[in-house]
């Protein structure tokens, strides 16, 4: 008789939730839906970004039913992990309770990158970069996540 192995309950989390955290939950769920249970949100809500929904779109993963969300929004989870995918979301990442553990693994932004281009392969060719760097962080969970790990303010 099997057991049911119990998923990682995994946050990813940014500034804005519009683009890479909304990046790393749909990799989440496409490629480790097995073994962990993905969220994204972020510090505010600044909307879906539609660049990072094509370019997910153009890999083979939807994210066009994604909303952006705070975690408040998302409810009562107890988190295993809090992945911060920017410095500003590192810096004020808000206290999560129980045992959560929160890991910084900062890419850098596609909107800021390309704010000066005009739409087209040149801006697109950004998103796809960062999409790629984010799947393959992706890719080696969640062995990645628990070397790490850190508690904030841990007394242990």
């Given amino acids: 008789m099997q057991t049911a192995v119990r998923k990682l309950k995994v946050l990813f989390l940014c500034t804005g939730n519009s ?84 890991v910084h693994v900062g890419f850098e932004d596609p909107p800021t990158l390309t704010r000066h281009l005009p739409d087209g392969e040149e801006k697109l060719a950004v998103y ?7 799947r393959r962080f992706v890719e080696g969970l969640p062995g990645g996540l628990k070397s790490e790990a850190r508690k904030p303010d841990a007394q242990e």
């Fill in 19 to 102: 683009c890479r955290s909304q990046m790393a939950e749909g990799w989440a769920r496409a490629l480790k839906g097995d073994v962990l249970e993905p969220y994204s949100a972020g510090l505010e809500k600044h909307g879906m970004n539609r660049h990072a929904i094509q370019v997910m779109a153009e890999a083979g993963v939807d994210i066009s039913r994604h909303y952006s969300k705070t975690p408040v929004e998302i409810g009562p989870v107890e988190f295993d992990y809090v992945v911060t995918v920017c410095g500003h979301a590192d810096e004020h990442c808000p206290v999560f309770p129980g045992r959560t553990k929160v």
């Fill in 128 to 134: 796809r970069r960062v999409r790629d760097e984010i």
